[in-house]
């Protein structure tokens, strides 16, 4: 049982940053993949970036590409990430995951295996 818990979100001005983080209650951290998604209101989950579980991978959504950067800090147990260039349509509840599904990073939510409670982060324009 993995359990995940965010931080780090909040209200900000377009153009503004933020960085969320993500801690991870386990002691095989370094087992899993991880991954950020977020939730609109009336929309449904959107992948936003996964990392490998050696953080020597990651993926991107085009939307966010350049914008955001995932890392991770598996020796805390921690996943981040920084948004920066902040627009009002990244505006939603984020969310982190995990999945022991490694071969290969997922943007599928359905692979991902545990979920944290999500941070809403809003951006005013």
């Known amino acids: 049982q993995v359990q995940l818990v965010e931080s780090g979100g909040g209200l900000v001005q377009a153009g503004g940053s933020l960085r969320l983080s993500c801690a991870a209650s386990?002691?095989?951290?370094?087992?899993?993949?991880m991954g950020w998604f977020r939730q609109a209101p009336g929309k449904e989950r959107e992948f936003v970036v996964a990392?490998?579980?050696?953080?020597?991978?990651?993926l991107y959504a085009d939307s966010v590409k350049g914008r955001f950067t995932i890392s991770r800090d598996s020796a805390n147990n921690m996943v981040f990430l920084q948004m920066n260039s902040l627009k009002p349509e990244d505006t939603a509840v984020y969310y982190c995951?995990?999945?022991?599904?490694?071969?290969?990073?997922?943007?599928?939510?359905?692979?991902?295996?545990?979920w944290g409670q999500g941070t809403q982060v809003t951006v005013s324009s």
């Open positions: 990392i490998s579980r050696t953080g020597l991978r990651t």
């Open positions: 995951a995990a999945t022991s599904s490694t071969w290969t990073l997922f943007t599928a939510h359905s692979v991902y295996n545990y």
């Open positions: 386990t002691r095989i951290f370094s087992s899993y993949n």
